[in-house]
């Protein structure tokens, strides 16, 4: 299938979801859609409206997965859903696979291979599992490195929603984001996630202008800045570890950098800080799962930070790589060339992923 021409929402008058300028407004379809189980009718938004009247809160995004893989026809479903533990010969287990370029399967979400109602569904899940305050952002990452939302991104169901375990995936280039529900025992996010964001070109320069994600970096330098010349020569590590290296060590693997431990309140008050960055992207739910999958692993207390040498753009020592990692727990900023950031949570070091 032929991929469809880039479209550019900053041409756009505002970063409003495509489903306001419908005849059924964004609010309307959010709340029909929670509603919508005992009207499906495909491809008519009309009757997720009258649903709207009997319902009164938004749905979540797993509920408007359920709408959307009921409206998706026979063939649609071959396409683009998928056993639960769908294995994938070349790639593994697909539905935890996790790359910083991808496509799960080939159809593009605003290819006609939609219709404009499920077109509409999909913007509205994602942007159900992001941060409302972070969806301009968001935009702004997709509109640099895709060409907007939709244009080069592709998602895939696993599982039946409303009969079991099941996990939306959504890919592309700088993205692999889940909407699991829960689903997926003992992770957090629904398994292994993908940002990242090539604001000005591939090679950034050393300030980042313009990468939404570069702050969270600057938050991880003001603690290095904190530490103190032992604190900051424990920290410091010289090799780069390979992108995809985000598997989990377990309690008694080496962790790279400084334990957490080594540090004063002031210190892990400001981890903390950074932590809290990492995680505001993300809904409620899944920030709240990712800090209890932490909790169970012992918390902070049991990680360590490291800022790597390699990969210093400018050598101006702010540090445009680092990695925050645990037992479970996989938190990897790497802004070489430009920023990726690769991210593993889990409740224990036994869960296997496609990490």
């Given at each position: 299938?032929?991929?469809?021409?880039?479209?550019?929402?900053?041409?756009?008058?505002?970063?409003?979801?495509?489903?306001?300028r419908?005849?059924?407004?964004?609010?309307?379809?959010?709340?029909?859609?929670?509603?919508?189980?005992?009207?499906?009718?495909v491809?008519?938004?009309?009757?997720?409206?009258?649903?709207?009247?009997?319902?009164?809160a938004?749905?979540?995004?797993?509920?408007?997965?359920?709408?959307?893989?009921?409206?998706l026809?026979?063939?649609?479903?071959?396409?683009?859903?998928?056993?639960?533990?769908?294995?994938?010969?070349?790639r593994?287990?697909l539905?935890?696979?996790?790359?910083?370029?991808?496509?799960?399967?080939?159809?593009?979400?605003?290819?006609?291979?939609y219709?404009?109602d499920?077109?509409?569904?999909?913007?509205?899940?994602?942007?159900?599992?992001?941060?409302?305050?972070?969806?301009?952002?968001i935009?702004?990452?997709?509109d640099d490195?895709?060409?907007?939302?939709?244009?080069?991104?592709?998602?895939?169901?696993?599982?039946?929603?409303?009969?079991?375990k099941?996990?939306?995936?959504?890919?592309?280039r700088?993205?692999?984001l889940?909407?699991?529900?829960?689903?997926?025992?003992?992770?957090?996010?629904?398994?292994?996630i993908f940002?990242?964001?090539?604001?000005?070109g591939?090679?950034?320069?050393?300030?980042?202008?313009?990468?939404?994600?570069?702050?969270?970096?600057l938050?991880?330098?003001k603690?290095?800045?904190?530490?103190d010349?032992?604190?900051?020569?424990?920290?410091?590590?010289?090799k780069?570890?390979?992108e995809?290296?985000?598997?989990?060590?377990?309690?008694?693997?080496?962790?790279p950098?400084?334990?957490?431990?080594?540090?004063?309140?002031?210190?892990?008050?400001?981890?903390?800080?950074?932590?809290?960055?990492?995680?505001?992207?993300?809904?409620?739910s899944?920030?709240?799962?990712?800090?209890?999958?932490?909790?169970?692993?012992?918390g902070?207390?049991?990680?360590?930070?490291?800022f790597?040498?390699?990969?210093?753009?400018?050598d101006?020592?702010?540090?445009?790589?680092?990695?925050?990692?645990?037992?479970?727990?996989?938190?990897?900023?790497?802004?070489?060339?430009?920023?990726?950031?690769?991210?593993?949570v889990?409740?224990?070091?036994?869960?296997?992923?496609?990490?």
């Amino acid at each position: 299938m032929q991929r469809s021409s880039p479209a550019c929402r900053d041409c756009e008058s505002s970063f409003v979801s495509q489903t306001a300028r419908r005849a059924v407004d964004r609010r309307e379809f959010l709340k029909a859609a929670g509603a919508a189980s005992a009207v499906i009718a495909v491809g008519s938004l009309s009757h997720w409206a009258q649903a709207a009247e009997t319902s009164a809160a938004p749905a979540a995004p797993e509920s408007l997965v359920k709408v959307l893989y009921d409206t998706l026809t026979p063939e649609q479903r071959k396409t683009v859903c998928f056993a639960w533990d769908h294995q994938d010969p070349q790639r593994g287990l697909l539905r935890s696979r996790v790359a910083n370029n991808w496509h799960v399967t080939e159809p593009d979400i605003l290819s006609d291979f939609y219709t404009a109602d499920q077109q509409a569904m999909v913007r509205d899940i994602f942007e159900g599992i992001i941060q409302p305050d972070w969806h301009k952002r968001i935009y702004k990452q997709l509109d640099d490195d895709a060409g907007g939302f939709g244009t080069d991104q592709n998602i895939a169901i696993f599982g039946t929603p409303g009969d079991g375990k099941f996990e939306l995936v959504m890919t592309g280039r700088h993205m692999t984001l889940r909407c699991d529900g829960n689903s997926s025992d003992h992770v957090a996010f629904g398994g292994p996630i993908f940002y990242g964001h090539a604001a000005t070109g591939f090679n950034e320069p050393a300030n980042h202008e313009g990468n939404v994600f570069w702050p969270q970096a600057l938050e991880a330098n003001k603690l290095y800045t904190m530490l103190d010349g032992k604190q900051q020569k424990l920290a410091l590590v010289e090799k780069l570890p390979e992108e995809e290296k985000v598997g989990f060590r377990g309690a008694a693997g080496q962790l790279p950098g400084i334990p957490l431990t080594e540090m004063s309140s002031d210190q892990k008050e400001q981890v903390q800080k950074v932590l809290q960055k990492l995680l505001e992207p993300y809904r409620q739910s899944d920030q709240n799962e990712a800090t209890a999958c932490l909790k169970a692993q012992g918390g902070l207390d049991r990680c360590a930070l490291a800022f790597y040498k390699e990969g210093d753009i400018g050598d101006d020592q702010v540090w445009d790589c680092w990695r925050l990692e645990g037992p479970a727990f996989v938190w990897y900023f790497r802004g070489t060339p430009h920023v990726h950031v690769w991210v593993n949570v889990a409740d224990n070091p036994s869960v296997v992923t496609n990490s």
